[in-house]
């Protein structure tokens, strides 16, 4: 069975600038997520969907973060315009809707805002 | 979801068992405990939950107490590979897709 997968793995940009990260889930899971890692921290939810609907972006900075997941399997996360603060390892999740509800994880893609 | 608090890091010599403490003191009789670790620049991985009950699987042991306050996770015969951090997070579970919080976890470092 093929894990999450995510690209691109590392992004470097300049702040202001504009930056988009892909996500494809395991085949069938309903539930996406998206997470921020900061360095030395543990991730952070920034986003839920289910099927191509959200669940949760409570903790999405809307003015600049915007995710999408159209007909329900892959999801794009875009930043625009990023920031210093921004930089971190995005981390994209997906899981079947069991009662155990393990999530499974991609790599991640690694982002420096300079 | 309830709180839990574990040490920032701990040593293991290669070979012997890894025991990782977690408190959650406030956790609810319909919460769960989930542990999770992550390896080096890789994503979250699943390794195991329970209730009440002790339970084991191919990869670890999970030990709740009798009030459920603490819990302890025990890799019996830690690897370097095992070198990760590790998390405990305590959650609702059931039908559904349930969010994860996940604290600053415990660094485990397994020695040769």
């Known amino acids: 069975e093929a894990g999450v997968a995510q690209s691109p793995r590392y992004k470097i940009i300049e702040k202001r600038q504009s930056v988009a990260f892909w996500c494809n889930p395991i085949?069938?899971?309903?539930?996406l997520y998206w997470y921020q890692q900061i360095l030395g921290q543990g991730p952070k939810l920034l986003i839920q969907?289910?099927?191509?609907?959200?669940?949760?972006d409570s903790q999405l900075p809307k003015d600049r973060f915007s995710a999408e997941r159209l007909k329900g399997v892959d999801s794009t996360l875009k930043i625009q315009p990023a920031k210093l603060e921004d930089s971190a390892v995005y981390l994209c999740?997906?899981?079947?809707?069991?009662?155990?509800?393990?999530?499974?994880f991609g790599p991640g893609t690694r982002l420096l805002v300079l | 979801d309830a709180k839990t608090t574990q040490p920032p890091s701990m040593d293991c010599a290669e070979g012997r068992a890894a025991n990782l403490p977690c408190n959650h003191s406030?956790?609810?009789?319909?919460?769960?405990v989930y542990w999770y670790r992550q390896i080096h620049s890789q994503g979250p991985q699943y390794i195991i939950h329970?209730?009440?009950n002790n339970e084991t699987n191919e990869m670890a042991s999970l030990i709740i107490t009798e009030d459920r306050k603490s819990s302890t996770l025990i890799l019996p015969h830690a690897t370097l590979r095992d070198t990760a951090v590790y998390y405990c997070?305590?959650?609702?579970?059931?039908?559904?897709?349930?969010?994860?919080?996940f604290g600053k976890g415990t660094k485990l470092s397994v020695i040769p």
């Open positions: 329970g209730l009440k």
């Open positions: 999740a997906s899981s079947s809707g069991t009662a155990v509800g393990t999530q499974y």
């Open positions: 406030t956790i609810s009789g319909n919460e769960y």
């Open positions: 085949s069938g899971h309903a539930t």
């Open positions: 969907f289910q099927n191509n609907g959200v669940v949760d």
């Open positions: 997070i305590v959650r609702v579970s059931g039908a559904g897709s349930y969010q994860l919080t």
